[in-house]
């Protein structure tokens, strides 16, 4: 495996001398996230998600399929997430180091699992035809949390995307094109997000870290919460062991971290649905 | 969730195994079970059982992942194919992925906790056995990699010591079994004891931010007690040993 | 006089200069032939992206190369780089350059060194060096003195501070005494600072938060955020200090 040249040990008696004071190495305070920037692509449920420089293209796309036969209501959500080498040189194609495993296993427990999607609404008749959902992750640049900006990007991509709306007559089902009746939203019970924590020894902990943060920092911490107050996903694999108390710190900082990137992500899908046409005539 | 229709906790405060809320399954610790490796241990909490060997300090297998300054550790998780009985719920379509996070995730909590930087340019090489799983495989995993370490006589700076939480309505239940895993949220803990400071959390279901401090605080106490469990064995065991060096030693006196 | 040059296109060259001297960037073309021209006089065109320089040399010697943009280093004869030491050997290090191949410092390219006094340097040691050889069929070697003094001029290791990367033209920008960016900023934040050619710059200040404004400033002048101006320099200390 292509390992990265550690950084010099100056960078770290650095790092921690500026964390000591609260300082951080873009001029950003210790629990303050890096500029989140939504692309959004001509088609729907298509975003670029721009975390500082790192970036993450999300796409959705929808086919129709036989549902499972024990679970005839429900449809599927499938999510693609292989980091290639193009968003840093450390990762390799078809194999999957530990990150990227965590990586690909948080997102998935975060959108997936928390049922972040209703899957039964994307049925269409019973047994027979279910919506797919694919989610496919571009990874495009790692500079550090890729994990946030994935979740974001995803959230993001399947709250802007439509489907093609379908009726029902009998065993008969017709999809309308986009041209002929307006495509529906998907029904979304709530907005899982990620959060990322870095830690280092006997220090405050930090948010959304940089590549130079998360490779010297001696702990993660990844929180998935979403606007409601409910934690969906806690990810804390080992690292500098933490008191309960600086755990619960976290946990409240976050909710209300969450809250804002919600609203900031609505009003970014609000600007891009008043510039966009979707409604027929 | 799955679809199984199990009472969790019926009208009299019991569980589906006949538990109270907070009693822990019949544990078994063995040390030393393996006599090729460095170390070893099986641990039985409930019906899961888990064997861990331990190899090193020893050179690396790899040349690339030596570290100048410390010791690596590599993280190998199997299951044996039997171990999820009559389709247990722990069917796995990439079950590889999952195997591959619980390594991680293992590596990474024994990190901080074994003195690395004792064995510079070399490998502790772990290698986690599932030989029946019935919940709970990542904290009796933890537990047994613990004992495993022990006994290779690693250095270590405290125990480290695993639970699975989890919550019915408002009531928090401690170490599930697969049923209950599959139909709770649950949160796995993994802590220091002598500090109580947490060095492993995770959480995979949604839960209201409000039950968790409740649930973690829950966590902590039972590794405590765990770690007096798994003390008593160690100790009975270096018993065995000291006793074992003294006869020697009286025997050289005699002499 | 300098002009944009693209790949491909050809560099013209005064016919009056008695000899010419092609620097990086640009080459012979065998494929084309210029119209006006005799057969054997060949074509000149660029081979990268950037700016054409030229300067006169000795003896009406003309000196032309292509000044362009990118972050990867190769090495070359004399630059002065940061290298990052990765390895211990018993004869020497191997260091980072953040070039294709490491390069290697030997244990007594250090001044005063000798068979039984050599400096020892720990893993992740930054260092100020000069390339001593760079061949492309061998692995670069640096120094840390100057060969003709033997003295360290500055060359070594270098203790606390910090290193930022940047473009390599940036680089060669920082080095330049016209170019503002630098002045301006020693006005009103004094700081020691060594910029390696291989797109690394050091420095140290008095206080992590002028060290941290100093970061922001290069790099925000490499990405262009930032003019390199004296007036948005001057107003982006100002900014970063607050």
Known sequence: MVREVDPPSIQKEFLLQALAEGKRLDGRITLEQREVNFVFGEELGCVECRLGKTAVLAQVSASIVKPRDDRPYEGFLLINSEIGPMASSVYESGRSSDDEILITRLLEKSIRRTEAIDREALCILAGEKVWQLRLTLHFLSDSGNLLDCASLAAMAALKHFRKPEVEVIGDEVIIHSPDERAPVPLAIHHTPLCLTFAYYENLPPILDPTHLESTLCSGTLTLTLNAQREICVLSKAGGTPLAASEIMGVVNVGVDRVREMVKHLEEALERDREGRVVEVR | MSSSRLEILNDGGLRHDARRPYELRSTSFALSTQSNAEGSSTVTQGLTTIAVSVYGPREPRSRANASHDRAVISVEVGVVPWAQGGGGGMKRTRGDKRLQEIGAAIRQTFEPVIMTHLYPRSEIAIHVQVLSADGGILPTSINATTLALISAGISLTDYVTSISIGLHLTQPLLDLSQPEESDLPSLVVASLPSSGKITLAQMETRLHVDRFQEMMDLGVEACKVLKDEMEGVVKEKTRKIVERMDVRGVAVEEQ | ?242
């Open chain 3, 1 to 242: 006089m300098t002009s944009l040059v693209l790949p491909g296109d050809s560099i013209p060259l005064p016919s009056s200069s008695k000899s010419i001297v092609l620097g990086p960037g640009i080459a012979a073309s065998t494929s084309r032939v210029q119209s006006g021209r005799s057969q054997d006089a060949p074509a000149c065109i660029a081979t990268r992206l950037g700016l054409l320089g030229s300067a006169k040399g000795k003896e009406k010697s003309e000196q032309y190369w292509v000044e362009g943009s990118s972050k990867r280093y190769i090495p070359a004869q004399k630059d002065m780089v940061l290298g990052t030491i990765i390895a211990r050997h018993a004869e020497g290090y191997r260091v980072d350059l953040g070039s294709a191949q490491m390069a290697s410092l030997e244990g007594l390219a250090f001044e005063g060194a000798t068979k039984r006094s050599k400096p020892n340097l720990k893993v992740g040691t930054l260092v100020y060096a000069r390339v001593s050889l760079a061949n492309r069929d061998m692995e670069p070697e640096i120094e840390c003195f100057d060969p003709n003094t033997g003295k360290a001029e500055g060359f070594g290791e270098l203790k606390g501070g910090l290193m930022v990367t940047c473009s390599l033209q940036l680089c060669r920008k920082l080095l330049n005494p016209k170019f503002p960016v630098l002045p301006t900023l020693a006005a009103s934040i004094p700081f020691e600072i060594a910029v390696g050619l291989n797109g690394r710059v050091w420095f140290k200040t008095e206080t992590v938060s002028e060290s941290i404004a100093l970061k922001r400033i290069i790099e925000g002048v490499d990405s262009g955020h930032i003019k390199a101006e004296k007036e948005d320099v001057e107003q982006a200390v100002k900014e970063y200090l607050a």
